[in-house]
């Protein structure tokens, strides 16, 4: 069946580093992509998709490319924040849409000024 | 956007004992699930709620011990039936935005069984 797999956490940087979550996922056909992220005390949130093999999803100063070839969607950002501290899920749908999600077992980042 | 309301927001309850989670959404949406969280670990999909029917047990979830219910478009319970310990964890309620682009979420019920 589908699964994600993340990169284990947790993850600690200091401001302004260069951040990159590892995702990697197993899928028959052509899944959707997304990064979903918790913020503390809050529920979740989409944070990025893309549908299509080589689509980029982008927000907030956050990444992904959708790479069929290596299975990946790798979530970057090139300078965090303090407020980037959360918890960040890879998933899949094996649909077009968001239907019936697999989720990777989350990344715990912390970022510290 | 989809705003949904979870109750309760957190519980604690007897082994053998059930409880009902309500999931209201503040707009019609064709889907709904619930997903379980436990303790440390990822999210899993427990069942899709359909409206007028009988819910969609993924593997591993049965009706007995998760009954389910959606009357209309815009509510639905999930209830944990004959608690143990085990079954510790945040249950989401989420629902599916229109142009089926996007998943959303409520803020969870965290329920520890005692």
């Known amino acids: 069946g589908n699964s994600v797999t993340q990169m284990e956490g947790p993850v600690t940087l200091s401001e302004e580093a260069f951040l990159t979550i590892n995702c990697t996922y197993t899928?028959?056909?052509?899944?959707?992509l997304f990064w979903y992220v918790q913020y503390p005390g809050e529920g979740l949130q989409l944070l990025l998709k893309?549908?299509?093999?080589?689509d980029k999803g982008s927000n907030k100063g956050f990444e992904a490319t959708y790479r069929k070839e290596t299975t990946s969607f790798h979530l970057e950002k090139g300078s965090v924040q303090v407020s980037d501290s959360a918890v960040y899920f890879c998933?899949?749908?094996?649909?077009?849409?968001?239907?019936?999600?697999?989720f990777g077992q989350g990344t715990r980042l912390t970022i510290n000024p | 956007s989809a705003v949904i309301s979870q109750k309760p927001s957190r519980d604690i309850c007897q082994r053998g004992t059930s409880l009902t989670i309500q999931c209201q959404v503040d707009s019609q949406v064709t889907m709904m699930f619930w997903y379980r969280q436990q303790p440390g670990q990822s999210l899993t999909l427990i069942a899709t709620a359909n409206q007028g029917s009988e819910a969609t047990y993924e593997s591993g979830f049965v009706i007995d011990k998760f009954p389910i219910s959606r009357p209309n478009l815009t509510f639905s319970t999930l209830t944990v039936s004959n608690m143990s310990p085990e079954d510790s964890s945040i249950y989401l309620c989420s629902v599916i935005g229109a142009g089926n682009t996007e998943a959303f979420f409520g803020q969870g019920t965290r329920l520890t069984v005692v």
């Open positions: 998933a899949l749908s094996d649909s077009v849409g968001a239907q019936k999600l697999v």
């Open positions: 893309a549908t299509k093999a080589d």
């Open positions: 899928a028959t056909g052509y899944p959707s």
